[in-house]
């Protein structure tokens, strides 16, 4: 079946520093991807859309400046949280639709 | 907005059925039910699909009702490791189509 691989698995950062999170569709070619956020004991909240060779599509409320978005081909997206702060400590998932609705196993990143 | 709505928590005994519900009252004619569950800090894993006819998989079976305004969950035996939380999502089956997540149900199977 459809395989989505996200890396760093978790990461620790200094406030201030900028993390990039990767994702990629390990068996199939992905125009879109999505990025979700997750926080403690809360339902996963979508922060933007990911189109392969074009801008993300971002969810209402969510910087798009904050949270740099780049598909740049067709098996990976990554998602850059610039200048992070301990507020954007969370977990981090990505998905994509391959033969199904496919996730990632998800970035826990800690902001100190 | 998600168009699910489900109850926040159940509890079910390990080796029982569990039925967890979903109402899903203003879905359209092309969009599907879909379910997920989330094991606590994982991302979320699909377990099954339909659009207006019962299904059943390896690990689950899916109950529509006729008006397909409701629809049930049902694992056979569940186990310690089915403790998650389960997500009830209507959507069209094209791809592309983002995937807007309600609360969801946090199942515990108690041993």
């Known amino acids: 079946g459809a395989v989505v691989s996200q890396h760093p698995s978790r990461v620790i950062c200094k406030s201030g520093t900028s993390v990039k999170i990767e994702c990629r569709s390990l068996?199939?070619?992905?125009?879109?991807m999505f990025w979700y956020r997750q926080f403690p004991k809360q339902s996963l909240m979508l922060m933007a859309t990911s189109n392969e060779g074009s801008k993300a599509t971002y969810e209402q409320g969510v910087e798009k400046d904050k949270f740099l978005i780049n598909h740049a081909s067709l098996t990976l997206s990554t998602l850059t949280v610039t200048s992070a702060h301990p507020e954007d400590s969370s977990f981090y998932i990505c998905?994509?639709?391959?033969?199904?609705?496919?996730f990632g196993s998800g970035t826990r990143l800690t902001v100190v | 907005d998600a168009k699910t709505t489900q109850p926040p928590s159940m509890d079910c005994a390990e080796g029982r059925a569990a039925n967890l519900p979903c109402n899903h009252s203003?879905?359209?004619?092309?969009?599907?039910v879909y379910w997920y569950r989330q094991i606590h800090s994982q991302g979320p894993q699909y377990i099954i699909h339909g659009l207006k006819n019962n299904e059943t998989n390896e690990m689950a079976s899916l109950i529509i009702t006729e008006d397909r305004k409701s629809s049930t969950l049902i694992l056979p035996h569940a186990t310690l490791r089915d403790t998650a939380v389960y997500y009830c999502i209507v959507r069209v089956a094209n791809r592309d189509d983002k995937i807007i997540f309600g609360k969801g149900t946090r199942l515990h199977i108690l041993p």
């Open positions: 998905s994509a639709d391959g033969t199904g609705y496919t």
């Open positions: 203003t879905i359209s004619g092309n969009e599907y």
């Open positions: 068996d199939f070619q992905a125009t879109t």
